[in-house]
């Protein structure tokens, strides 16, 4: 069975940094585009980060020049850096697959994605 689990969330201070990790099982992270997604209350779920089978990257806006995102095949994780992270940046986060085979895309649009995690808490505060 499809599984995807993050973890790494917590409370932070602006300016500092985080690594989210989102550890897939039942398939392999080299078929798959991974995608990080976060919403906060009252907002609409909305793509931070994604990655293809490939390793293609893409970022919103919001997040260029401060996330990372990154895959370990052989532990079928995918990463999250966050740094200079802001207030602005709290919320939920949730990473989400879809297979694409070798070679495929990837998107930054959550009805892109069939297999989402639980979500893990991130927290910008003084």
């Known amino acids: 069975q499809v599984q995807l689990v993050e973890s790494g969330g917590g409370l932070v201070k602006p300016g500092g940094s985080l690594r989210l990790s989102c550890a897939a099982s039942g398939f392999t992270s080299n078929r798959y585009a991974i995608g990080w997604f976060r919403q906060a209350p009252g907002k609409e779920r909305e793509g931070v980060s994604c990655?293809?089978?490939?390793?293609?990257?893409d970022y919103a806006d919001s997040v260029k020049g401060r996330f990372t995102i990154s895959k370990d095949n052989a532990k079928n994780t995918v990463y999250l850096q966050m740094n200079s992270l802001k207030p602005e940046d709290t919320a939920v986060y949730y990473c989400?697959?879809?297979?694409?085979?070798?070679?495929?895309?990837?998107?930054?649009?959550?009805?892109?994605?069939?297999?989402w995690g639980q979500g893990t808490q991130v927290t910008v505060s003084s």
């Open positions: 989400a697959g879809r297979y694409t085979g070798y070679g495929g895309g990837t998107s930054n649009s959550p009805d892109w994605y069939g297999t």
């Open positions: 990655i293809s089978s490939g390793g293609y990257t």
